[in-house]
């Protein structure tokens, strides 16, 4: 076997894949430093910052007071002033505490400055539900932070993209916000996604921030999504495929900027589209999927599209609730069906 | 005191008042006879500081272009005295191409990254922003220091005890300044906050601060000189508190009904006035020098507003640029 294939093989889970990414531009570039809440000694919460601490010392890897105004905002004066910070704040549905930091200050300062002034910082973040966590702790909300002009949001998948979106994210010169679902991480301390872990490159390497990526080619409908979803779509392409239904799978990866170009040749190819989004359906990211095609051509459309999507309520807690209202394979199924005419 | 700081105080006081004068004049212009907000040269809301350049003056001659300074939505004074372009000051209030900003800031949003300066619209948000310049300051092993000017109302939000609690935790130099002029827009202090001393809410944290009790220049300058001293020596953060004076509205068209009774003292609670004869009366200055010193003061203003006049609008596509770099 040789060194390239071993490199090709080497499996790590999306949150080691993460803190990779991390730590290879931590070595590259002094400015580029850690902060939030308990991404010190215990490693990030999703491991998302795991090893960190003992390589870099407590100067560059900061455990921050529960006072996301304040460091958040603190990231925002470091980055004016031209380091790269990374700053995690555990839950997106704790963002609101600091909204105005994110969407007033961060998102803003390069245009209200007339792009004199840039906010080169990663605003790190988890997402979605599945665990019963209840309403607090389980939310996506990216389609909020991707309505509010200003910053990237990328959303990775899988380990691979995960550590490539990472590196790409700390070398860009514009706040991103980088969320990832708590079900691709792959922790110990939860259900394991088969996909949660896979081949991930030893070297650096970028993916790029705006292109979606084809996860599985089809030719009767394409599933645009992203996140825990594509694995779910993944899955029931798998099954659909037995049937002689073949899924086309588009993973966003990110939704600023949304790859359109990707969308529209999918949909030109299999003329019929289900979005599936963990994120609430409504003046959100199934919207943008069609409008996109709409305003483009809407003859494109052999079907109505279709949209899987948490239907406008808070995430409830008990199992069954929260299955009824989270995209689940079985959801995916139907809808899948449904559009095809199977 | 030497003289010739005295002087330079005086100086930069005189010229921050001559910029507002000017400013609060254009700003008229196409608003009447029925107040239009939206008309005119100077669109939108328009927060003047005059009575409040004592704070300016004070912290700012301790500055160079090196420190961060974070203003509030009523930045002017604070920006001149830290060395902001008055010509692309102007502009950007004007709306202009030249501008600060090239039209995309306002009064309110004004960024000159030459000098490390930058201002909010949003209630002691600047705070943490300067928080973290602070802190790329220490990490980079420089002297320089990051200061936040704020108003008394906000020191109620949570920005400011947020940034108070992480400044004293990482020793960060840092000065916070609170310019205590009564009033949150309409709202008394007594109305809004529940301990007035902004400097006892610092010590809680464990910061050392300071109340300049009389709006005066000469306290404010020994006041912030102690607390930029002390954040260059890696002593940490420090608060000056000010009981200043808005002379003008909030904003301007704020026609103050609120406050009916005590606008009968404030002419002669003028800081520029009270200085200029302190300074005649120890012989620092003359009455041909200080003549001389608004002179030239009005004359740069007049020059800035030129400029920004002549300066074309931008073009409207540019609205759609520097959403990102």
Known sequence: MTTAERTRERRLTTARAMVEGIAQEMRRNEEVFVMGEDVGAYGGIFGTTTGLLDEFGPERVMDTPISETGFIGAGIGAAIEGMRPIVELMFVDFFGVCMDQIYNHMAKIHYESGGNVRVPMVLMTSVGGGYSDGAQHSQCLWATFAHLPGMKIVVPSNPRDAKGLMISAIRDDNPVVYMTHKGIMGLAWMAKNARSVGPVPEEEYEVPIGKASVAREGTDATVVTLSLSVHHALDVAERLSGEGIELEVLDLRSLVPLDREAILESVGKTGRVLVVDEDYRSFGLSGEIAATIVEEDPAMLKAPLARVAVPDVPIPYARPLERAVLPTPERIEEAARGLVGA | ?325
Not at chain 2, 298 to 319: G, L, M, Y
């Open chain 2, 1 to 325: 005191m030497d003289a010739s700081t005295r002087l330079s105080l005086y100086r930069t006081m005189v010229r921050i008042r001559a910029f507002e004068e000017a400013i609060r004049r254009e700003y008229y212009v196409g608003k009447q006879p029925v107040f239009d907000i939206g008309a005119g040269p100077v669109p939108g809301e328009m927060h003047l500081s005059a009575g409040q350049e004592p704070v300016a003056a004070g912290l700012c001659a301790h500055l160079g272009p090196d420190d961060a300074l974070t203003g509030p939505h009523r930045p002017h004074h604070i920006a001149l005295a830290h060395g902001v372009d008055m010509k692309r000051m102007t502009a950007e209030i004007f709306g202009r191409e030249s501008g600060l900003c090239h039209g995309k800031g306002g009064h309110m949003h004004l960024f000159a990254p030459e000098v490390h300066f930058g201002c909010s619209g949003i209630i002691a948000e600047g705070m943490p922003t300067a928080c973290g310049q602070a802190l790329a300051f220490k990490k980079r092993g420089t002297d320089q220091v990051a200061a936040a000017v704020v108003g008394e109302g906000a020191v109620n939000q949570g920005g400011f005890h947020e940034s108070l609690n992480l400044a004293a935790l990482w020793k960060l130099p840092v000065i916070f300044v609170v310019e205590d002029n009564d009033w949150g827009i309409s709202v008394p202090r007594s109305a809004s906050t529940s301990n007035f001393s902004a400097t006892d809410r610092g010590r809680a944290y464990g910061i050392p601060g300071e109340r300049v009790e009389d709006n005066s220049v000469e306290g404010v300058y020994e006041a912030c000189g102690r607390a930029v001293q002390r954040a260059r020596r890696g002593e940490g953060p420090s608060l000056v508190e000010v009981h200043t004076l808005r002379l003008w509205g909030h904003f301007e068209g704020d026609a103050q009904g609120y406050r009916q009774s005590e606008l009968e003292d404030v002419p002669g609670r003028d800081p520029i006035p009270t200085y200029r004869r302190t300074l005649i009366e120890e012989g620092v200055l003359d009455e041909e020098e200080a003549q001389r010193i608004r002179a030239e003061a009005e004359e740069e203003v007049e020059a800035a507003i030129r400029f920004a006049k002549e300066s074309p609008e931008p073009a409207p596509d540019e609205a759609l640029e520097h959403v990102f770099a």
